[in-house]
């Protein structure tokens, strides 16, 4: 019967992830432009999308698939949690999180335009000649894959590791708008299956119960797998270069930890938040020649990497912040759009990262777990733009955190981010310019992880 149990759930997360895959294709038909952009490279479309489309107007194609997604995506994180709370095998639970994978592999990357504007922004380089930090893709107007991409007018926000990792996929997508995006989602699909095994060599010297509930704990999850292997986030290298740093510190191998977590800052800046956490837990130990080898070798990673990107590291952190400043399901957002009230969230944020950084030193905290609180203060209440899955930047870490209550409530976060993309369709359809649809938007996301994390401290008290 308890057999019976576990195959069920599988069968029910198989369906789902595959339900999935059919309604981003359905979902699709909602993007007029994207329709006029597939018609216009390959004429053998030309006008069957629209005729597909006007027929799935007549069967509520902006409502039903909404109300889908609602049920799939609960669904899902039912059959995931009570997933984990029965017994698999370590094989078992890695044969299946790359059946998953493989699964929502073959979807339309429809919750997120951003796999579109990173091969347009790249094009800047590959195709044009011209440098992508300094040089904005709207300037190549005349380019078929223009009409795909948002962030048109934006000079490219990735570091230079980030460029050379989907080279490949960038030349040999030969010009091809659906080809190279197939290759950018099989980058990223080959990055989050060699992250199943830095997560395996990362949770060696757990017990087996541990290290199999934890690999399920991440792998299994709806967030992670629609995010990562159906939108092909780049996010995944910024979590495999920090994994793999991790596994390389635990060796002691102080140098190329540095330069390889230096490779996921060359992803995205986040990174160096995890940078300085764990420097000052060489500091604190009074290891100073292993803190000269592992922030010496980051920094020269670094400067090389700009000096090849012709930008200096403060103008290129300087365009980050104006390119990402865009007020988006955020606390930010919400004081800028309600109150008259001038805030500065970064030096907020500034301090608030002293703060930990002394409670480190007092209390011995692991740099993981000062990492993962500062990233989650960010995310909470100073980045001016919450993206859905950022939330992932913190839950790959669940296991090297101690605390219970809060790998509940970073869990519950990767939930409420999910369901936020229904929550933004029915807006759309009910209201949508709205004021009070924001606040509703932080509530859902940020506020009920919030609550139920102080909920339960206070129940422990």
Known sequence: ??????????????????????????????????????????????????????TLLNYSLNVLPTFLFLVMAITSFIAYYLSLKQKYSVNKVIIWSVIFQVIIFFSYPVLSTDIFSYTFSSRVATQHSQNKWLVTPDNFPDDHFEQFADWKDKTNVYGYVNHIVYLPADYF???????????????????????????FNLLQKESANKKEYYLKLILWNPLFLLELLGSGHNDILLIFFVLLSLILWNKKNWIMAGIV????????????????????????????????????????????????????PLTFIQRVFLNTHSYWQSLPGLVVNFTNISVSFTLLFAII??????????????????SAISILFY?????????????????????????????????????????????LWFSHRFGFGNPVWEPIQYIWIFVVPISYYLYNQLLKK
């Open 261 to 312: 977590l230096a490779f996921s800052v060359q992803v995205k800046l986040i990174a160096v938040i995890f940078f300085g956490f764990f420097a000052v837990k060489l500091f604190q130990e009074k290891k100073f020649v292993d803190l000269f080898k592992y922030s010496f070798s980051f920094l020269i990673v670094n400067i090389l990497s700009f000096t090849l990107m012709q930008i200096s």
């Open 353 to 370: 990262g002293l703060l930990i950084v002394s409670l480190q030193l007092k209390y011995k905290f692991s740099p993981i777990y000062s």
């Open 379 to 423: 995310l909470l209440f100073f980045t001016a733009a919450y993206w859905n899955w950022y939330v992932l930047w913190v839950f790959v870490f669940i296991p090297f955190i101690k605390n219970s209550n809060l790998k509940n409530s970073i869990i519950l976060f990767t939930f409420t981010s999910l369901l936020a993309y229904p929550l």
């Open 1 to 54: 019967m308890k057999k019976d149990k576990k195959n069920y759930l599988l069968a029910i997360l198989s369906l789902c992830f595959f339900g999935f895959v059919i309604l981003s294709w359905w979902l699709l038909f909602r993007d007029q432009r994207a329709l006029k952009g597939f018609e216009s490279l390959y004429p053998f479309l030309s006008g069957s999308l629209f005729s597909i489309r006007a």
């Open 173 to 199: 997508g030969l010009d091809d708008v659906f080809t190279t995006v197939l290759l950018y989602k099989l980058t990223a699909a080959i990055f989050s299956l060699a992250t199943i095994y830095l997560l």
